[in-house]
Every structure is written in structure tokens, then in C-alpha cells.
């Protein structure tokens, strides 16, 4: 079964970056193996998860407004991974971060989304 293992997070000052990745593992080189959008979500403490970027297969990205001009994503379709490139990072940027991508596992299976399991950024002042 496919799994997204996510990397990368920790504890940054304010001001700082970090790199994040998600790389899809496991039954990843099934026949008809296949990846749509990917994305990275945040949920920080007390508040719902919020989209942050998203990319898809085409490398077409969409990013929340938040985070526009400082956040990058990308995605290396050979490696199955998702980036998110994260500079000048703020205390309000602090959250779990959930990779997200619309997949399926075979051509005998249908899309759908999987999730990382989550990795903590914390922004200090």
C-alpha cells in the first residue's frame, strides 16, 4: 500500500526557512501507478487545516495568500516527491503540515486522496 513519508520539519526563528518534503513509498512502482495534484495543508492549534500550495501533475501551482512570495512548491515526478520550500517564515506560520496527494495505486484501482502523516513547523520570535 502507498504511504506518504514526510520530512523536514522543526524548530526555526522567525525570518529563517525550511524545506519540507513528502515522497510517496511502498507499492509506488505498481503498474498504472499514477499521481494527479499534490499538495501541503496546515493545521495549526484550536484552527481547521488550511490549504498552503498545491501542484499538479503539469506543474501548474496554486498557493494560499498567506504564504504567496514566500513559499515554493515542486515536484519531481521521477522521484514521486513533493517540496515546499519555505523562507522568511513567521511565528503565524507555525502548524502540523500534511502532504496531500490525488492518487492511485494500479490501473486496477481508482484515484483518491492520501494523506502524510504530518510534520511539525514551529516558527519562533
Known amino acids: 500500500q502507498v504511504q506518504l513519508v514526510e520530512s523536514g520539519g522543526g524548530l526555526v526563528q522567525a525570518g529563517g526557512s525550511l524545506r519540507l518534503s513528502c515522497a510517496a513509498s511502498?507499492?509506488?512502482?505498481?503498474?498504472?501507478?499514477?499521481?494527479?495534484?499534490m499538495g501541503w495543508y496546515r493545521q495549526a492549534p484550536g484552527k481547521q487545516r488550511e490549504l498552503v500550495a498545491t501542484i499538479t501533475s503539469f506543474g501548474t501551482t496554486n498557493y494560499a495568500d498567506s504564504v504567496k512570495g514566500r513559499f515554493t512548491i515542486s515536484r519531481d515526478n521521477i522521484k514521486n516527491t513533493v517540496y515546499l520550500q519555505m523562507n522568511s517564515l513567521k511565528p503565524e506560520d507555525t502548524a502540523v503540515y500534511y502532504c496531500n496527494a490525488d492518487l492511485r495505486e494500479s490501473r486496477w484501482t481508482t484515484y483518491r486522496h492520501y494523506w502524510g502523516q504530518g510534520t511539525q513547523v514551529t516558527v519562533s520570535s
Open positions: 511502498g507499492a509506488a512502482s505498481g503498474i498504472g501507478f499514477s499521481i494527479n495534484d
